[in-house]
């Protein structure tokens, strides 16, 4: 069953329409990378300490979900979802507001996503297993958190961190073997995945200003000055992305999540993990 799923999940990112920009055979998004964690994996109860005690575990969201009890098997399927390389480069160009590609990729590109969540939900349950996408069940809810800030009921981000995906950045992304420009997308099953080993010991050990205490590129990308090397002000982060540039595309290109990303590219981070050293 592991290589069946590997096999739909890329077979419907390479294939589907949706995941071209309208009238073009260009892709919002290139091959996925794809990995499974244990649902009863210790760091899923980590994340209510970490993160913050709204966050569910895989067992709490497929018991309210399903009734059924994980506390012996069952699995997260995390996919990662590179933007493409065109797309990143024409943001890497932009210093205020993401290109149009960024935009329609954000806006279309996240549609499509949730497609491919839709698609393996009711793939699995087809072949009788039970199956949920937290991002597109009542579960989901935003969290304004008095200690995390700005926060969910499930982090994708979180989860492709457990699923062997990647570590986290200076800027609250996730870095991949794909880099940090990309979407995330998660399905909890009770069927039994085998994990997808972790090639790390640390949670920011692909960032260079965490591993080698230099870089911060990131920063200088940003237009409004939403993070340091001291945080992150996602409320800042927020405003600027579906304030002011939301109204911006909106009322251009009728695009009413545009998102930013500015600070996803044009780093030594846009499409890969940072090699020792990067200047
Ligand atoms: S640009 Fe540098 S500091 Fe920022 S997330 Fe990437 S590697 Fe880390
Ligand atoms: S996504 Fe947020 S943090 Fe990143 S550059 Fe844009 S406003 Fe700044």
Same mark, same amino acid.
């Given at each position: 069953?592991?290589?069946?799923?590997?096999?739909?999940?890329?077979?419907?990112?390479?294939?589907?329409?949706?995941?071209?920009?309208?009238?073009?055979?260009?892709?919002?998004?290139? =091959?996925?990378?794809?990995?499974?964690?244990? =649902?009863?994996?210790?760091?899923?109860?980590?994340? !209510?300490?970490?993160?913050?005690?709204?966050?569910?575990?895989?067992?709490?969201?497929?018991?309210?979900?399903?009734?059924? *009890?994980?506390?012996?098997?069952?699995?997260?399927?995390?996919?990662?979802?590179?933007?493409?390389?065109?797309?990143?480069?024409?943001?890497?160009?932009?210093?205020?507001?993401?290109?149009?590609?960024?935009?329609?990729?954000?806006?279309?590109?996240?549609?499509?996503?949730?497609?491919?969540?839709?698609?393996?939900?009711? +793939?699995?349950?087809?072949?009788?297993?039970?199956?949920?996408?937290?991002?597109?069940?009542?579960?989901?809810?935003?969290?304004?958190?008095?200690?995390?800030?700005?926060?969910?009921?499930?982090?994708?981000?979180?989860?492709?961190?457990?699923?062997? @995906?990647?570590?986290?950045?200076?800027?609250?992304?996730?870095?991949?073997?794909?880099?940090?420009?990309?979407?995330?997308?998660?399905?909890?099953?009770? @069927? *039994?995945?085998?994990?997808?080993?972790?090639? +790390?010991?640390?949670?920011?050990?692909?960032?260079?200003?965490?591993?080698?205490?230099?870089?911060? $590129?990131?920063?200088?990308?940003?237009?409004?000055? =939403?993070?340091?090397?001291?945080?992150?002000? !996602?409320? $800042?982060?927020?405003?600027? =992305?579906? $304030?002011?540039?939301? $109204?911006?595309?909106?009322?251009? +290109?009728?695009?009413?999540?545009?998102?930013?990303?500015?600070?996803?590219?044009?780093?030594?981070?846009?499409?890969?993990?940072?090699?020792?050293?990067? *200047?």
């Amino acid at each position: 069953m592991e290589a069946l799923i590997l096999h739909e999940i890329r077979q419907f990112v390479l294939n589907s329409p949706a995941n071209r920009f309208a009238g073009t055979e260009m892709p919002f998004f290139e =091959a996925p990378i794809i990995g499974f964690a244990r =649902a009863d994996d210790p760091l899923f109860s980590a994340y !209510k300490r970490i993160i913050g005690d709204f966050h569910l575990t895989p067992g709490e969201i497929m018991q309210q979900c399903w009734g059924t *009890d994980l506390s012996f098997g069952g699995s997260v399927i995390c996919w990662v979802l590179p933007i493409s390389e065109t797309t990143r480069l024409s943001n890497r160009r932009q210093t205020r507001i993401p290109s149009l590609e960024w935009a329609l990729t954000r806006e279309h590109g996240e549609t499509f996503n949730n497609l491919l969540r839709h698609h393996m939900t009711s +793939y699995l349950i087809s072949r009788d297993c039970q199956a949920i996408s937290p991002l597109l069940s009542e579960i989901w809810q935003p969290v304004d958190d008095p200690v995390a800030g700005l926060a969910s009921t499930w982090s994708e981000r979180h989860a492709a961190y457990a699923a062997g @995906l990647g570590t986290f950045s200076l800027n609250g992304g996730l870095i991949t073997s794909r880099g940090m420009a990309h979407r995330c997308g998660s399905i909890i099953t009770d @069927l *039994d995945l085998p994990p997808t080993p972790r090639p +790390y010991d640390t949670p920011r050990e692909y960032c260079l200003f965490f591993r080698e205490g230099h870089c911060g $590129k990131c920063i200088a990308r940003c237009p409004v000055g =939403a993070f340091s090397t001291q945080g992150h002000d !996602k409320g $800042k982060c927020l405003d600027y =992305a579906y $304030k002011t540039i939301s $109204k911006a595309f909106t009322e251009q +290109y009728g695009i009413k999540a545009p998102g930013c990303g500015l600070c996803q590219t044009g780093t030594p981070c846009e499409a890969g993990i940072p090699e020792q050293n990067h *200047d």
